[in-house]
C-alpha cells in the first residue's frame, strides 16, 4: 500500500506532468498545427508518443543530475521536501500556460531546486555552474548556427519547401488488398506529401527532444527522494499526454496562429537546430529551454536572412549596412529563387512587425520571466521558513 505522503507527491508530479503536456505541445507542433497539416488531436497523440521514447532513452541522464547531483546530499529529497518542490513547478507552469505563454520546464525545475539546495546549504554550485553557463552558451550557438544557414543555405532550402495545400483528403487508405494501405490522395502532389511528412517528422522530433530534456522536470525530487525510476518515467509521461490532450490547446492555439506568421521552411530551420542542441545537451545530462534556444535560433536566422543584401567585402569596408531584422524571414516564398548575395535590396527585407505580433510576443517574453522566477524564490522562501523552523 502507497503511504499517504508517497501518494501526495505522485499526485502533484502528475500535476506537473500535465503542465510540461501544456507548455511543450506547442512548440513542438504548433507550426504544423497553425499551417492546418495536422488537428490540436494528432499533435497530442504524437506528442504523448514521442515524448515517451524520448523520456525512456536519454532523459534518464537529466533525471539523474537534478535528483542526484544537483544537491549535495540527495538526502534534503524528503517526500516532503519533493512534494513542495513539485508544488512550485507545477504552480509556476500552471500559470504560464493559463495565459497560453509555453514557459521554460527546465529553467523552471531547476530554478526550484536550486531554490531547496540555497535555503538547506545544500546545492552543488559546481553543478549549477555548469547548468547556467550552458544555459548561456547553447542559445548562441543557435543564433549563430542558424545566422550562417540564414546567410548561406536558407535560399536553397527555400526552394526545396512548398507546402502547396490541394482539396481533399492528403491521405486515403487503399482496402483493395487484405491490409489497407495509406496511398496519396486523389489531389495530393508529390511535393505536398514530402513536405507535410517533413514537418510532421520535425515535430516528432522536437516532442522527442521535449522528453529527453522535461522528464527530469516532473519527477526528478521523487527519484532523488528514493522513487525508482521506470515508474515515474511511465507516470510522468502519461501525465504528459493528458496535459497534450487538453491545456496544451491554448498554446498550440498561441505558438500556431497568435505570435508569429513564421513562414514554414524557418520554422523547420529552427525545430532542427533547437531539437539537435537540447537532445545533445540532454545527452550529458545538462536540461535545456527549447523555447529560448528558439528563440535565438529564430533571430538568427533572420539576422543571417537579412545579411545577403551585403557582401563579406562590402561590410568589411562598412559600405553598406545590412537592414537587420528577423522581419527577413517574410520576405521568401517557400519554393522562392532568392536573389544572390549582395543582389538583394535592404529596403525588400521586410521589418520585424511583418513576422510578430508585437503585444503577443511581449505577453510571451514578460512570462518565460516571470515564470522560473516565481518558482526559484517562491522555493527559496518556503524551504528557508521551514529550515529555520525546524533547525
Given at each position: 500500500?502507497?503511504?499517504?505522503?508517497?501518494?501526495?507527491?505522485?499526485?502533484?508530479?502528475?500535476?506537473?506532468?500535465?503542465?510540461?503536456?501544456?507548455?511543450?505541445?506547442?512548440?513542438?507542433?504548433?507550426?504544423?498545427?497553425?499551417?492546418?497539416?495536422?488537428?490540436?488531436?494528432?499533435?497530442?497523440?504524437?506528442?504523448?508518443?514521442?515524448?515517451l521514447?524520448?523520456?525512456?532513452?536519454?532523459?534518464?541522464?537529466?533525471?539523474?543530475?537534478?535528483?542526484?547531483?544537483?544537491?549535495?546530499?540527495?538526502g534534503?529529497?524528503?517526500?516532503?521536501?519533493?512534494?513542495?518542490?513539485?508544488?512550485?513547478?507545477?504552480?509556476?507552469?500552471?500559470?504560464?500556460?493559463?495565459?497560453?505563454?509555453?514557459?521554460?520546464?527546465?529553467?523552471?525545475?531547476?530554478?526550484?531546486?536550486a531554490?531547496?539546495?540555497v535555503?538547506?546549504?545544500?546545492?552543488?554550485?559546481?553543478?549549477?555552474?555548469?547548468?547556467?553557463?550552458?544555459?548561456?552558451?547553447?542559445?548562441?550557438?543557435?543564433?549563430?548556427?542558424?545566422g550562417?544557414?540564414?546567410?548561406?543555405?536558407?535560399?536553397?532550402?527555400?526552394r526545396?519547401?512548398?507546402?502547396?495545400?490541394?482539396?481533399g483528403?492528403?491521405?486515403?487508405?487503399?482496402?483493395s488488398?487484405?491490409?489497407?494501405?495509406?496511398?496519396?490522395?486523389?489531389?495530393?502532389?508529390?511535393?505536398?506529401?514530402?513536405?507535410v511528412l517533413?514537418?510532421?517528422?520535425?515535430?516528432?522530433?522536437?516532442?522527442f527532444?521535449?522528453?529527453?530534456?522535461?522528464?527530469?522536470?516532473a519527477?526528478?525530487?521523487?527519484?532523488?527522494?528514493?522513487?525508482?525510476?521506470?515508474?515515474?518515467?511511465l507516470?510522468?509521461?502519461?501525465?504528459?499526454?493528458?496535459?497534450?490532450?487538453?491545456?496544451?490547446?491554448?498554446?498550440?492555439?498561441?505558438?500556431?496562429?497568435?505570435?508569429?506568421?513564421l513562414?514554414?521552411?524557418?520554422?523547420?530551420?529552427?525545430?532542427?537546430?533547437s531539437?539537435g542542441?537540447?537532445?545533445?545537451?540532454?545527452a550529458?545530462?545538462i536540461?535545456?529551454?527549447?523555447?529560448?534556444?528558439?528563440?535565438?535560433?529564430?533571430?538568427?536566422?533572420?539576422?543571417?536572412?537579412?545579411?545577403?543584401?551585403?557582401?563579406?567585402?562590402?561590410?568589411?569596408?562598412?559600405?553598406?549596412?545590412?537592414?537587420?531584422?528577423?522581419?527577413?524571414?517574410?520576405?521568401?516564398?517557400?519554393?522562392?529563387?532568392?536573389?544572390?548575395?549582395?543582389?538583394?535590396e535592404?529596403?525588400?527585407?521586410?521589418?520585424?512587425a511583418?513576422?510578430?505580433?508585437?503585444?503577443?510576443?511581449?505577453?510571451?517574453?514578460?512570462?518565460?520571466?516571470?515564470?522560473?522566477?516565481?518558482?526559484?524564490?517562491?522555493?527559496?522562501?518556503?524551504?528557508?521558513?521551514?529550515?529555520s523552523?525546524?533547525?
Amino acid at each position: 500500500m502507497i503511504e499517504p505522503l508517497l501518494l501526495i507527491g505522485l499526485v502533484v508530479a502528475l500535476f506537473v506532468g500535465f503542465n510540461i503536456g501544456g507548455a511543450t505541445t506547442g512548440p513542438a507542433f504548433g507550426p504544423a498545427v497553425g499551417a492546418d497539416v495536422i488537428s490540436k488531436g494528432m499533435a497530442a497523440a504524437l506528442m504523448s508518443v514521442f515524448f515517451l521514447v524520448g523520456a525512456w532513452t536519454i532523459g534518464r541522464r537529466v533525471v539523474d543530475t537534478l535528483g542526484q547531483e544537483l544537491v549535495h546530499d540527495p538526502g534534503v529529497f524528503t517526500i516532503e521536501a519533493s512534494i513542495v518542490v513539485l508544488f512550485f513547478i507545477g504552480g509556476a507552469l500552471f500559470i504560464g500556460n493559463y495565459f497560453g505563454v509555453p514557459a521554460s520546464t527546465s529553467m523552471t525545475a531547476v530554478g526550484a531546486i536550486a531554490g531547496l539546495g540555497v535555503a538547506t546549504g545544500q546545492l552543488n554550485w559546481a553543478v549549477m555552474g555548469e547548468i547556467a553557463v550552458w544555459w548561456i552558451v547553447a542559445p548562441i550557438i543557435g543564433f549563430w548556427v542558424s545566422g550562417v544557414i540564414g546567410r548561406y543555405f536558407y535560399p536553397t532550402i527555400n526552394r526545396w519547401v512548398s507546402i502547396t495545400q490541394t482539396d481533399g483528403a492528403l491521405i486515403e487508405l487503399d482496402r483493395s488488398g487484405a491490409v489497407p494501405v495509406p496511398r496519396k490522395g486523389p489531389n495530393t502532389t508529390t511535393r505536398e506529401f514530402v513536405g507535410v511528412l517533413v514537418l510532421i517528422t520535425i515535430g516528432c522530433l522536437m516532442a522527442f527532444s521535449s522528453g529527453t530534456s522535461n522528464i527530469a522536470n516532473a519527477i526528478a525530487p521523487l527519484y532523488g527522494a528514493g522513487v525508482e525510476m521506470d515508474p515515474l518515467i511511465l507516470l510522468g509521461s502519461a501525465a504528459v499526454a493528458v496535459g497534450a490532450f487538453t491545456i496544451a490547446r491554448r498554446t498550440l492555439d498561441t505558438l500556431g496562429n497568435d505570435i508569429t506568421d513564421l513562414p514554414l521552411t524557418a520554422a523547420i530551420v529552427v525545430a532542427v537546430v533547437s531539437s539537435g542542441i537540447v537532445v545533445g545537451l540532454s545527452a550529458i545530462g545538462i536540461p535545456a529551454s527549447f523555447v529560448i534556444i528558439a528563440t535565438m535560433s529564430i533571430v538568427g536566422l533572420g539576422w543571417g536572412r537579412a545579411t545577403r543584401s551585403v557582401t563579406v567585402s562590402e561590410g568589411l569596408r562598412g559600405k553598406e549596412q545590412p537592414n537587420v531584422s528577423v522581419g527577413a524571414l517574410a520576405a521568401d516564398e517557400p519554393g522562392e529563387q532568392a536573389p544572390e548575395i549582395g543582389e538583394e535590396e535592404p529596403e525588400d527585407i521586410p521589418s520585424a512587425a511583418d513576422l510578430f505580433d508585437p503585444s503577443t510576443t511581449g505577453r510571451v517574453i514578460v512570462m518565460q520571466n516571470v515564470v522560473p522566477i516565481i518558482s526559484t524564490v517562491g522555493a527559496y522562501a518556503t524551504f528557508w521558513v521551514l529550515f529555520s523552523f525546524w533547525w
